[in-house]
């Protein structure tokens, strides 16, 4: 079945880095564009980053341009988000998905918190 393992979350500083990864199985992934989300506490689930399925786009929305990057390794099944530039306003579980919000594989791993703060 679907997996999707989301790891490499933690507490860091304001201006520090962190480097996200998301292991999938249970399907073809390298058909699959795929999507970095994140949720803070009383707030709704936004996109943060979209990758397509060979790797040869990306995009982001403004919050996170130019500091985030997302990449991905089909060989090892495995996407990943490199994050600089932390700000408190970064604080929140991220998780990664299809880039249709989850709707194609109907699964939501159990996300990697990632808390900004001095």
């Known amino acids: 079945q679907v997996q999707l393992v989301e790891s490499g979350g933690g507490l860091v500083q304001p201006g520090g880095s962190l480097r996200l990864s998301c292991a999938a199985s249970?399907?073809?992934?390298?058909?699959?564009?795929m999507s970095w989300y994140r949720q803070a506490p009383g707030k709704e689930r936004e996109l943060v980053a979209t990758?397509?399925?060979?790797?040869?786009?990306?995009n982001y929305p403004d919050s996170v341009k130019g500091r985030f990057t997302v990449s991905r390794d089909n060989d090892k099944n495995t996407v990943y988000l490199q994050m600089n530039s932390l700000k408190p306003e970064d604080t929140a579980v991220y998780y990664c998905?299809?880039?249709?919000?989850?709707?194609?594989?109907?699964?939501w791993g159990q996300g990697t918190q990632v808390t900004v703060s001095s």
């Open positions: 998905n299809d880039a249709a919000s989850g709707r194609l594989l109907k699964y």
């Open positions: 249970g399907f073809p992934f390298s058909y699959y564009a």
């Open positions: 990758i397509t399925n060979a790797g040869g786009s990306t």
